[in-house]
């Protein structure tokens, strides 16, 4: 069980607003676009004015449009027949790229640990990587948890609100991280396992 469970009743909220986008002529490909400029904005601004407290609460904000997005970018696809080879390639490396350009600002703050961060992110990139490779083998896109996408960044959201609203980052945030590169170390294992079992069964 994983938050991306949540995510058909998040696209039924959006819906509206997907098929308005979708009128005004919005194609998928610039939604995903979209989605990964603003991170990369975002990340670039926690890292030039990391010593403004107020920059840290963008990053919740902007994974939650982003999440938005990406939920969009998806149905616009599917429902309004906009699947394309480019679209497949934009959301993978869009959804890799923007976590890596929110996340790894967080090591360039004081009293968290970049090795840490960069721990979750590398091990994050594997995640995402082992889902794809799911696909290449012959299994489905594997979306396992326990550290998935929209976990991640449930747990980054909240460590930006706890350090946004001044609490000071210590050995509770390193931990905590250290943790997530645990799960997400998991997480591979996990689509691994699961994509090489729906092959058995399958064959």
């Not at 497949?88 to 790229?97: A, K, S, T």
């Not at 980052?169 to 799960?183: E, Q």
Request: glycine residues 10%; aromatic residues 6%; neutral net charge.
């Amino acid at each position: 069980m994983t938050i991306y469970d949540l995510k058909p009743a998040f696209q039924n909220l959006l819906r509206p607003l997907c098929n308005a986008l979708a009128k005004a002529g919005v194609t998928a490909n610039q939604v995903t676009v979209a989605a990964m400029l603003l991170s990369i904005f975002v990340g670039t601004l926690l890292v030039q004015l990391r010593g403004e407290q107020w920059v840290i609460l963008l990053v919740p904000v902007t994974l939650f449009v982003r999440m938005a997005l990406n939920a969009i970018d998806g149905m616009l696809a599917r429902e309004h027949n906009q699947q394309s080879a480019l679209g497949g390639i934009l959301n993978e490396l869009g959804d890799v790229i923007s976590d890596a350009a929110l996340y790894l600002p967080f090591g360039v703050l004081a009293g968290i640990s970049p090795h840490a961060v960069g721990a979750v992110v590398l091990l994050a990139v594997l995640t995402e990587m082992t889902g794809v490779v799911a696909v290449q083998i012959g299994a489905s896109r594997r979306y396992d948890g326990p550290m998935g996408k929209s976990d991640r960044a449930f747990v980054f959201g909240l460590l930006a609100v706890l350090l946004g609203f001044g609490l000071d980052p210590g050995w509770w945030a390193n931990a905590g991280l250290s943790v997530v590169a645990m799960l997400t170390g998991l997480t591979v294992i996990n689509r691994a396992r699961n994509a090489l079992k729906e092959l058995n069964e399958s064959g």
